[in-house]
């Protein structure tokens, strides 16, 4: 009997320890679902102040950005047609909110350079990132990048670009995980699909 528990205890570590390790590459993560909610983790905003997520949603829904840094081409490509989306979107109740590894200061730099007006929040420890299932270790080539990004915090870890929409009080209504960083969701597809909610 004792051999057992004992080999119960260990099979129950292994399995933890699984659980907790980080995914390999961008297409072995395990995202939130629909119906699922936020988590309410704490990030920092382009002010350095630590803000838990749900309270920045303000009872409003929310287009969730997750993207790689502002060093990432196609990423400021993508949050630049978002700010171009914004007015709209505002118009159909909702608020923009982009989050990524880099630290408060890089996150300044991207607001200005790409003329962004909606919230930018970073998580360069990416906590946030892992509890929505989307973060995985990065390539060993992008480490000089995540470092200079995220102020030294971050060197391997790296979310998958992701939109997802959320209600008013953080559950999921809609998610667009695009394992290949070149591909991101059209403005024509997220209006399309906003307008459902």
């Known amino acids: 009997m004792k051999k057992i528990i004992i080999l119960l205890a260990i099979a129950f570590t292994q399995l933890s320890i699984a659980q907790n390790d980080l995914p390999k590459s961008a297409t072995d993560i395990a995202p939130l679902l629909i119906g699922e909610k936020a988590p309410n983790t704490s990030l920092k905003t382009i002010d ?3 803000v838990s997520f749900l309270e920045t ?3 409003k829904k929310t287009i969730l950005v997750f993207y790689r840094g502002g ?3 196609y990423c400021n490509q993508h949050l630049s047609a978002l700010a171009e989306a914004e007015p709209e979107l505002i118009k159909l109740g909702y608020k923009i909110i982009a989050i990524s590894p880099d630290s408060s200061k890089s996150l300044q730099e991207t607001k200005s350079k790409d003329e962004i007006n909606y919230t930018l929040l970073s998580d360069s420890k990416n906590n946030f ?3 929505f299932g989307i973060a995985f270790e990065a390539p060993k080539n992008y480490e000089k990048y995540l470092l200079k990004g995220s102020d030294n ?3 391997s870890i790296i979310p998958v670009p992701s939109v997802f929409i959320l209600d008013k009080e953080g559950t999921i209504l809609f998610e ?3 394992p290949d960083y070149k591909h991101r969701l059209s403005n024509e597809l ?3 699909v906003a307008k459902q909610f």
Do not use: E, R
């Open 48 to 50: 350095g102040k630590s």
């Open 176 to 178: 667009y995980i695009a």
């Open 153 to 155: 915090v971050n060197s």
């Open 57 to 59: 949603l303000d009872k």
């Open 190 to 192: 997220l209006m399309a």
């Open 71 to 73: 060093w990432c081409p």
């Open 129 to 131: 990132s892992k509890a």
